[in-house]
């Protein structure tokens, strides 16, 4: 592989200093401008444009160029800016919030394929890519296999071995940035026994393969991220270097299944931003509305209420999952099969879910495709596309399966609670220790969250003393399941047990963001941000994960409600995220 000449950010040239992970995402959103401003080339009305031409947001990617963003995928030891997954998160949720189609075809689908490489390559094939990147090259990732609903084991290309290297054949239907990509990491099949040695990963340049073996194919316009750019590559005896293997031949599982545990956790936590974007149209529609007196009205307003403060508690449901996840990237390695796998599952079922719950606020507002409006359709068709493919819902569900015994046996209710620094976000985290991220760990601590806080003598006032009942609910329901996982597993009968694993990982996923939600609540009240300090907003995300699980809880204290809409209002009013980091926003 030759060596392309670095250029605003090479591996050799020096990146401008930026402080830390916040400003630069601060830089980023500042940059975007207010999305609402029609004149802002890359507001909404410009990126709708786009997306009903099915064309990239070219102003977009052009302002992130400048910004010098693709140093983000790139690890500070290779001369990029990444040291940090949260940080990573933290600069591209503003991307995320604006636009999925720009977040996923500018950069994150280069990082996807870019993590491969950073797991498993060689010095050589590091730096290689690494140059790539920072002079604002692409790289493109081939593992989808649409025949067979998206399951990359059973791979549509072949690898076979020749004196000097190896001979391609069979097809690639659909690959994001691949008529653009200067690097592309091709999952395919190297051996035709069963199991999981038969597949590998290699590390190609496109421009490098011959045209007549290589063949592109047609692009595709999906419904959603209508910008980006899938298309298909058909090999017919390609031939490719030995040198092109990445990592060792019959490793490509194994690389895959260490690589989704970031891809699972960074995109699904991303993806909070874009449905604070669609919570924060709904609020503003809300607002918008005028106010005659007609019977039903006050009822309406009183739905439209509850919709949004029920979005605004999923979010932060879901985002506390998500910062423990990414946190436990560095703090926890070991454990994060259990956590990336349980945040990516619960992505349809939480925020895909939020966002058509918000729908009836906006009523037929939501068919709009122009303005602040149209944002709401955009997200509506995008979002829903992170949760597919190989890393989709019944993928994430097979990675906890057969943990779970183990799980039952030595972790629920008998470990020790995780360290505090795992739920306060934005605190330093040391350097990700790649070689700790294990394919199978059969143990983890946060779910050791919900007897701590069951165990602690409630608070004075009528929040608190319900999060402590509805602690205590979900406690009584691990316990739960902790005898049916083991009542299963004594069985023992094949084809019963992993069937019946599909439910109860449901039902672990939510404990789990329970248990999260916990975490950051009580590590929040030792001086953390005042309103996730108090109990209102935590005792109704346990409550809607009790119902969730069909318990019989008590309903939540009236001021709960009231406390968690008048933060709604605040943030909204403030221009603040409705995450856990309560970062500005442009609008």
């Known amino acids: 592989m030759s060596e392309p000449t670095a250029g605003y950010g090479g591996a050799a040239a020096t990146l401008p200093a930026v402080p830390d992970g916040r400003a630069r995402a601060g830089r980023v959103e500042a940059a975007l401008g207010d999305p609402a401003d029609p004149g802002n080339p890359y507001g909404y009305a410009a990126l709708l444009r786009a997306d009903r031409l099915a064309e990239r947001?070219?102003?977009?990617?052009?302002?992130?160029?400048?910004?010098?963003?693709?140093?983000?995928?790139?690890?500070?030891?290779?001369?990029?800016?990444?040291?940090?997954?949260?940080?990573?998160?933290?600069?591209?949720?503003?991307?995320?919030?604006?636009?999925?189609?720009?977040?996923?075809?500018?950069?994150?689908?280069?990082?996807?394929?870019?993590?491969?490489?950073?797991?498993?390559?060689?010095?050589?094939?590091?730096?290689?890519?690494?140059?790539?990147?920072?002079?604002?090259?692409?790289?493109?990732?081939?593992?989808?296999?649409?025949?067979?609903?998206?399951?990359?084991?059973?791979?549509?290309?072949?690898?076979?071995?020749?004196?000097?290297?190896?001979?391609?054949?069979?097809?690639?239907?659909?690959?994001?940035?691949?008529?653009?990509?200067?690097?592309?990491?091709?999952?395919?099949?190297?051996?035709?026994?069963?199991?999981?040695?038969?597949?590998?990963?290699?590390?190609?340049?496109?421009?490098?393969?011959?045209?007549?073996?290589?063949?592109?194919?047609?692009?595709?316009?999906?419904?959603?991220?209508?910008?980006?750019?899938?298309?298909?590559?058909?090999?017919?005896?390609?031939?490719?270097?030995?040198?092109?293997?990445l990592g060792p031949e019959g490793g490509g599982v194994a690389t895959a299944l260490r690589s989704f545990q970031l891809s699972r956790t960074v995109i699904a936590s991303c993806a909070v931003a874009a449905v604070d974007t669609v919570l924060r149209t709904a609020v503003m529609f809300e607002q918008s509305r005028t106010s005659p007196a007609r019977p039903g009205r006050a009822t309406d307003a009183a739905r439209a209420s509850a919709s949004t403060t029920g979005a605004f508690v999923n979010l932060l449901l879901y985002d506390s999952l998500?910062?423990?996840?990414?946190?436990?990237?560095?703090?926890?390695?070991?454990?994060?099969?259990?956590?990336?796998?349980?945040?990516?599952?619960?992505?349809?079922?939480?925020?895909?879910?939020?966002?058509?719950?918000?729908?009836?606020?906006?009523?037929?507002?939501?068919?709009?495709?122009?303005?602040s409006l149209g944002i709401f359709q955009k997200h509506v068709r995008d979002v829903p596309v992170l949760s597919l493919g190989h890393a989709g819902t019944a993928a994430c569900q097979a990675t906890v399966i057969p943990q779970l015994s183990s799980l039952a046996r030595t972790s629920w209710l008998r470990a020790e609670p995780p360290p505090g620094a795992l739920f306060r976000p934005g605190d330093p985290v040391p350097p990700l220790p790649a070689d700790r991220l294990s394919l199978a760990c059969g143990h983890e601590a946060l779910t050791a969250c919900l007897p701590l806080i069951a165990d602690e003598a409630p608070g004075a006032g009528p929040a608190e003393r319900a999060l402590t009942g509805y602690a205590r609910a979900l406690v009584a329901e691990?316990?739960?399941?902790?005898?049916?996982?083991?009542?299963?597993?004594?069985?023992?009968?094949?084809?019963?047990?992993?069937?019946?694993?599909?439910a109860l990982v449901d039902r672990y996923a939510l404990l789990l963001a329970a248990a999260a939600v916990l975490g950051v609540w009580r590590q929040a009240g030792r001086g953390g941000d005042p309103f996730l300090a108090e109990a209102s907003w935590a005792a109704a995300a346990l409550h809607r994960v009790a119902r969730r699980l069909g318990l019989r809880v008590a309903d939540l204290p009236q001021g709960c409600a009231a406390r968690i809409r008048h933060e709604v209002q605040l943030r909204y009013g403030a221009q603040i995220s409705y995450d856990l980091y309560t970062t500005p926003v442009s609008g």
């Open 478 to 502: 691990l316990s739960e399941l902790r005898e049916r996982v083991r009542t299963l597993a004594r069985g023992g009968r094949p084809g019963v047990w992993p069937a019946a694993g599909f």
């Open 57 to 245: 947001f070219d102003a977009g990617e052009e302002l992130l160029d400048s910004l010098a963003v693709p140093a983000e995928f790139v690890p500070a030891a290779l001369g990029g800016r990444l040291g940090s997954y949260e940080d990573l998160v933290g600069v591209m949720r503003p991307v995320f919030r604006r636009d999925v189609g720009l977040a996923m075809g500018y950069g994150m689908t280069s990082w996807m394929a870019a993590s491969d490489v950073w797991l498993a390559g060689t010095t050589r094939q590091r730096a290689w890519l690494a140059d790539v990147l920072l002079d604002g090259g692409k790289a493109a990732i081939a593992q989808h296999e649409t025949a067979h609903s998206n399951d990359y084991v059973r791979s549509g290309v072949t690898a076979r071995r020749i004196p000097d290297g190896l001979v391609l054949g069979g097809v690639k239907p659909l690959i994001n940035n691949l008529e653009r990509a200067r690097a592309l990491v091709l999952f395919c099949r190297t051996g035709d026994e069963p199991g999981s040695r038969s597949h590998s990963t290699l590390l190609l340049r496109p421009d490098e393969l011959p045209a007549d073996r290589a063949a592109l194919l047609p692009r595709r316009v999906a419904v959603g991220l209508r910008g980006c750019r899938f298309a298909g590559i058909e090999f017919d005896e390609c031939p490719v270097p030995a040198t092109a293997l």
């Open 322 to 371: 998500a910062v423990f996840a990414l946190r436990a990237l560095h703090l926890l390695p070991e454990e994060t099969s259990v956590y990336s796998a349980a945040l990516k599952y619960l992505l349809p079922k939480v925020l895909i879910e939020t966002m058509y719950d918000l729908s009836t606020v906006l009523g037929s507002g939501i068919y709009s495709r122009e303005g």
